[in-house]
């Protein structure tokens, strides 16, 4: 990421800023399927808003924001089991 040119990282980092709070809300209220979550526990998570969206929120521990990348294993394992569940 930091190899790309510094014009692309901009545009995505504003265009990440503003699209949450433009079309997150309702996004997620056309949303009619399971929503699991596989966050770090490195940084705080606002529950009370994953709950009022309906979406489950699993830690994992000794990451920071690239979750699946720092940690492959355990991230294989819990969306392995976030898809079984699904599944189900």
Known sequence: ??????????GAGGNSLLW???HSARAFNEITV???????????TNLEA????GMEVVFMS???HFVMMEDPKTFNTLL?????????
């Open 20 to 22: 949450p709070a433009e």
């Open 1 to 10: 990421m930091s190899s790309a040119a510094a014009e692309v990282g901009i």
């Open 80 to 88: 392995a089991d976030a898809v079984a569940d699904f599944s189900r």
């Open 34 to 44: 399971s929503i699991r979550a596989i966050n770090s526990d490195m940084q705080p």
């Open 50 to 53: 994953a709950e009022q969206l």
């Open 62 to 64: 000794g990451v920071g």
